[in-house]
Structure formats: structure tokens, C-alpha cells
């Protein structure tokens, strides 16, 4: 969910690896070190691919999990920086939002309560984008 | 830069260190898979004043994953010669960033074997039969990675860096900082988890910081090499143990690898057989907490290399898929952690 670097960067990453076959191919036998390259950027395609169709039920899976927490929290300072984590639209701001309210909370008992829910929450959304990338290998 | 150029620049450097002689010529020269921060490249010398060689080149490239010490990793392959622990000899360095191999490097025998991909379930099945029968593996990794952390520091307090564990933690969250393009909350979690979990220090060891065996040759049943000193330290080596029993190591991408430690041996097994052979017993909490701080240091690394990626220092494409393995290093840190 918090993983660097943009679709798109990676689809023009592969463009470049596929070209660069395409113009030694014809001419000289692929050292390991290109098949190698050819082997990784067909592997990035099919996780690129399963990520896309999971993302945007990992997104709302966040979301419900973080509201469920934001009722069940008895730290109303904390609700802004919830709100604002549900209202994100793509990984990179909920993770920020996240990482930000997390730093924040403190020791109390109320705080480690919002703290633990919200590790549940993320152990949850990991589990569930494990699974996702996993259907790419099984395409294999 | 041409083959040529570069088997001209290798013979340069043997002869001026006495290892070939002036008739000797590179028959064979090609770059081999794999390698993060270093590229590696077999040749052949034949030499008719002497036995033929069969090398390893190894280069720290420009835009090379992590700024590790090239320098620093020679120096410890050559202190280990004469230690009870299999590494190739070396030939010299050239350290110089315009060579024809595109940065610093040297040359080292190339030892026997390959080197087990524990990604692969052909392969896992293969070491899961070793298990079965003669062990000759998970003897040899537990027995080797006891004698590395008996290795006598007087010599590699001279090259290799030290860092007890609260430098540990600092160094690899400091890149982390810098490199991360995005912000995650599961890694800045654990970083706090290990923190307020800093064990009791034990005296430092040379630790070899990527103890597994996919950096190890094998042949014949036996482990006949270590390879990839890059990340060694001088430190607590249960560094070490936390990270070879983490289950990325034992060929967890996104699915389960092998239920063995590694691959390799049943964990218990694995624990006792290094106690007997260091004298060292191990706390299993410890041995947690630097699971955990090894996840953390390899989730640096990969996004060191998504940094590059991104920012076209790199177009090695291996840079951008790891991005992949970061959702299941983070599964299983949260599962050690306990959330």
C-alpha cells in the first residue's frame, strides 16, 4: 500500500528492459545478466497487474477499519488526523497521515488502545495486499 | 567499454600483483546475473607459466545499490585467508572509478559450487533433502556461521566498521529517512518496537550482515564458500541469527517458502547446533528483536534501490520490482512484532 515509485514509471521501466531485448536479440545470445533484466520486468508486470485489481478494495478496507477505530477512540485529538487518513485517496497520503497520528500518541491507556487498532488495522490491509500479490504468483 | 579493455585491465592489475604471469591471457570474460551493489564477472586465465584461473571480478558500480565500501570488503576477504572460514582468495584491487568495468573492483578465485536460490521450489526442494538425509548444509552453515563470529577481531577492527546496536538501528534508519519516497507507518512502528528492545550487549564479532545461504556456495553436499561481505560489521552477532531465520530467507515472497530455517535446518536444530559450536546460548526474544531490526535493514536496502530507480540513477528493473517484496517483509514483521 506504501510502496514507491508509480505504475506508470514501472510500465515505461519495462518498456526500456523489452527494448533493450528487442535490439540484442536478433544479433547476439542474451547473457544472464539480460535475461535476468527480461525475467524481472515480466515478473513486475503480473504484480503491477494484481496490485492494480486489489487496490482500490485495499483502500476501502482501510477506511472501514479506521472508522470502526475512530468510534471505538476515546482520544478526540486524534480524530482530525483519522478523518483525514479515511479521506485519503491514494497509499502514499494514508500512509503519512498514518505515520504522523502514530508519532503522536502518546502512553496513555486510551492512546495505546487507538495505537493497538490501528496495528490491527494495518496488519489486517498487509495481510490482504499479501494475498492480492500472491494471485500473481499462482498466474505464474 | 569493450571486453578487451577490460581483459587488458584485469591482467594489468594481476601481474602487478604477482598472480599471472607475462604470457597470460583471459580466454573467457561475460557478467554474470544477479549482484545488487556489486556486478560480477567470470573470466578465465590461461597462463602457460602456471595452472589455468578461473575468477570472479567484482565491481562496485556507479549508482550502485548501497554505499558500501568496496575497499572495506576486500580488505576482509583477505584477513579471512588464513581463517577457519571458506572465502576465495583475493588478487588485488583497482581502486579507481574510471575503470573499464565501470568503477572499482577486484579479483578473487572463483571457489567451487553455486549458490542455492531459496526462491525457487525446485531448489528448496533440494536442500529440504539434504535435511532429510546427510545434513552436510545446515551442519556446515550453523558450524560456519560460529566460527565467523570467532574470527579474531585484531586484524578487522583495522578495516571493517563497528557498530553495537543502537548504531545499528540509527545507521539503517537514517537511510531509510533519506531514501523513502513514501511514508510508512509499519516501518516506523517497528523501528520504535526494536528501539525500546536493545538487549544486553554482548562482546562485539565480526558479523557477516547477509548470513544466508544464497551467499554461500555449495557442491557436493557441502558448503564451500561465503561470499558477499559488503554489509559485515563488527557488532552483536546475533545480528546474524535474526536475520538468516527470518522466512524471507526461507523463500517467503508473498506465498510461504520452506518450514526449515533457511531452507535449510529445523530451527531448533539449527539453534542448538550453533550454541554447541560458539558456546553462546540464545535468547528467543533476542533473537526476535533482531529479526525484526534485519527486516528493517533490508527494507532500507530496497528502498535505497526504489530511490535510484526513481530518480533514473539506476535501470536495473530488479530495483523497481522489489518493491513487491516490501508487503511481505512487512507481513512478517508485524507478525513478530505481535499486532
Known amino acids: 500500500m506504501f510502496n514507491p515509485v508509480q505504475p506508470h514509471e514501472l510500465?515505461?521501466?519495462?518498456?526500456?528492459?523489452?527494448?533493450?531485448?528487442?535490439?540484442?536479440?536478433?544479433?547476439?545470445?542474451?547473457?544472464?545478466?539480460?535475461?535476468?533484466?527480461?525475467?524481472?520486468?515480466?515478473?513486475?508486470?503480473?504484480?503491477?497487474?494484481?496490485?492494480?485489481v486489489a487496490a482500490a478494495a485495499l483502500m476501502e478496507g482501510m477506511r472501514r477499519r479506521l472508522q470502526a477505530c475512530s468510534e471505538r477512540s476515546s482520544v478526540p485529538a486524534a480524530r482530525p488526523a483519522l478523518a483525514a487518513a479515511m479521506a485519503a485517496?491514494?497509499?502514499?497520503?494514508?500512509?503519512?497521515?498514518?505515520?504522523?497520528?502514530?508519532?503522536?500518541?502518546?502512553?496513555?491507556?486510551?492512546?495505546?488502545?487507538?495505537?493497538?487498532?490501528?496495528?490491527?488495522?494495518?496488519?489486517?490491509?498487509?495481510?490482504?495486499?499479501?494475498?492480492?500479490?500472491?494471485?500473481?504468483?499462482?498466474?505464474? | 567499454m569493450s571486453d578487451g579493455e577490460r581483459m587488458d585491465c584485469v591482467l594489468g592489475l594481476m601481474r602487478d600483483e604477482g598472480s599471472v604471469g607475462p604470457r597470460a591471457r583471459v580466454q573467457q570474460l561475460r557478467q554474470l546475473e544477479g549482484g545488487w551493489s556489486r556486478q560480477s564477472w567470470a573470466l578465465t586465465v590461461d597462463d602457460p607459466d602456471s595452472p589455468p584461473l578461473e575468477l570472479i571480478v567484482r565491481v562496485r558500480p556507479h549508482g550502485a545499490l548501497l554505499d558500501t565500501d568496496l575497499r572495506q570488503e576486500f580488505s576482509t576477504y583477505a584477513a579471512l585467508a588464513d581463517e577457519p572460514v571458506p572465502v576465495p582468495p583475493v588478487h588485488g584491487m583497482l581502486d579507481e572509478q574510471d575503470t573499464p568495468f565501470g568503477g572499482p573492483f577486484f579479483v578473487m578465485d572463483r571457489l567451487p559450487g553455486r549458490s542455492p536460490n531459496v526462491w525457487r521450489a525446485r531448489e528448496r526442494a533440494e536442500l529440504a533433502e539434504d535435511w532429510q538425509g546427510?545434513?552436510?548444509?545446515?551442519?556446515?552453515?550453523a558450524d560456519t556461521l560460529a566460527a565467523i563470529h570467532a574470527v579474531p577481531l585484531e586484524q578487522l577492527a583495522k578495516?571493517?566498521?563497528?557498530?553495537?546496536?543502537?548504531?545499528?538501528?540509527a545507521h539503517w534508519?537514517?537511510?531509510?529517512?533519506?531514501?523513502?519516497?513514501?511514508?510508512?507507518?509499519?516501518?516506523?512502528?517497528?523501528?520504535?518496537?526494536?528501539?525500546?528492545?536493545?538487549?544486553?550487549?554482548?562482546?562485539?564479532?565480526?558479523?557477516?550482515?547477509?548470513?544466508?545461504?544464497?551467499?554461500?556456495?555449495?557442491?557436493?553436499?557441502?558448503?564451500?564458500?561465503?561470499?558477499?561481505?559488503?554489509?559485515?560489521?563488527?557488532?552483536?552477532?546475533?545480528?546474524?541469527?535474526?536475520?538468516?531465520?527470518?522466512?524471507?530467507?526461507?523463500g517467503k515472497f508473498t506465498k510461504p517458502g520452506s518450514p526449515l530455517l533457511n531452507a535449510v535446518a529445523e530451527r531448533d536444530w539449527f539453534r542448538e547446533r550453533y550454541e554447541a559450536a560458539s558456546g553462546r546460548s540464545l535468547d528467543a526474544e533476542v533473537i526476535r528483536t533482531f529479526s525484526v531490526l534485519a527486516m528493517l535493514m533490508l527494507c532500507a536496502i530496497l528502498t535505497t534501490g526504489l530511490h535510484q530507480y526513481a530518480g533514473r540513477e539506476t535501470d536495473d528493473i530488479r530495483m523497481a520490482w522489489t518493491r513487491f517484496a516490501l508487503p511481505g517483509l512487512r507481513q512478517d514483521m508485524i507478525a513478530l512484532m505481535g499486532w
Open chain 2, 173 to 250: 534508519r537514517a537511510i531509510q529517512q533519506e531514501m523513502a519516497l513514501v511514508e510508512d507507518p509499519i516501518v516506523e512502528e517497528a523501528y520504535e518496537w526494536v528501539a525500546q528492545r536493545a538487549p544486553r550487549e554482548l562482546s562485539p564479532c565480526l558479523v557477516h550482515g547477509d548470513y544466508r545461504i544464497g551467499n554461500c556456495l555449495v557442491d557436493e553436499g557441502r558448503l564451500t564458500g561465503v561470499l558477499d561481505w559488503e554489509l559485515s560489521f563488527l557488532g552483536d552477532p546475533r545480528f546474524d541469527l535474526g536475520y538468516v531465520a527470518l522466512e524471507y530467507h526461507a
Open chain 2, 134 to 141: 546427510a545434513r552436510g548444509y545446515a551442519t556446515d552453515l
Open chain 1, 89 to 140: 485517496r491514494e497509499p502514499g497520503a494514508l500512509g503519512a497521515q498514518l505515520t504522523g497520528l502514530l508519532r503522536r500518541l502518546g502512553s496513555l491507556p486510551e492512546e495505546a488502545q487507538l495505537r493497538c487498532c490501528i496495528h490491527r488495522a494495518l496488519a489486517e490491509m498487509t495481510d490482504e495486499e499479501v494475498h492480492a500479490l500472491a494471485d500473481a504468483e499462482a498466474e505464474a
Open chain 1, 11 to 52: 510500465m515505461l521501466g519495462v518498456g526500456r528492459v523489452l527494448r533493450r531485448a528487442a535490439r540484442t536479440s536478433d544479433s547476439q545470445e542474451l547473457d544472464a545478466y539480460q535475461r535476468g533484466q527480461l525475467l524481472s520486468a515480466y515478473s513486475v508486470v503480473r504484480h503491477l497487474a494484481a496490485e492494480q
Open chain 2, 159 to 169: 578495516v571493517v566498521v563497528a557498530r553495537d546496536f543502537a548504531a545499528t538501528v
